[in-house]
């Protein structure tokens, strides 16, 4: 009973709701973190609690969440990545260059949008647990990520 009129009081405050791109340059392939952009976008909307989604606008790189403490961790990634999807494969689509196709194929094995409950303006994040984007291409891209926080304002 008491846990049911706090989620109703909860869901009678849903009172934030906002829209953010954030623009991220990567270096090629590999992990880039984005935590603290994001937890900087968070903080300057004022959020309070609710979820965000983290969303990203191309089909050649995606989004993980993933150790951020020990960088061979994202090396050991990579290379997994490069081994699961070889630029050396046999693709037919290859109009865009050889680390095209690859890039779509591991960006469907991973994911395009991520949910990430928010409480009291900071994300609910495991210990060693950040935010990357996930550049599967070779060269250096520019990047769009769109944040969708939907929740309650700080007080």
Do not use: C
Request: no cysteine; charged share 25%; aromatic share 6%.
């Amino acid at each position: 009973m008491e846990r049911h009129a706090r989620d109703k009081s909860i869901m009678q405050s849903v009172t934030q709701q906002f829209l953010h791109r954030l623009g991220i340059q990567t270096r090629g392939r590999g992990l880039t973190d984005m935590t603290r952009e994001i937890a900087a976008v968070l903080a300057s909307e004022g959020a309070g609690d609710g979820l965000l989604t983290v969303f990203i606008r191309h089909t050649s790189a995606s989004l993980t969440i993933q150790e951020n403490a020990d960088p061979d961790v994202r090396t050991d990634l990579v290379a997994a990545f490069d081994r699961l999807a070889p630029e050396t494969a046999p693709y037919v689509h290859t109009i865009e260059g050889p680390d095209d196709m690859p890039a779509h194929v591991k960006t469907a094995l991973t994911d395009t949008s991520l949910s990430v409950p928010v409480e009291r303006g900071r994300m609910v994040l495991g210990t060693w647990q950040g935010i990357y984007l996930f550049e599967h291409r070779s060269h250096p891209r520019r990047r769009e990520v769109v944040l969708h926080f939907l929740g309650t304002g700080r007080g």
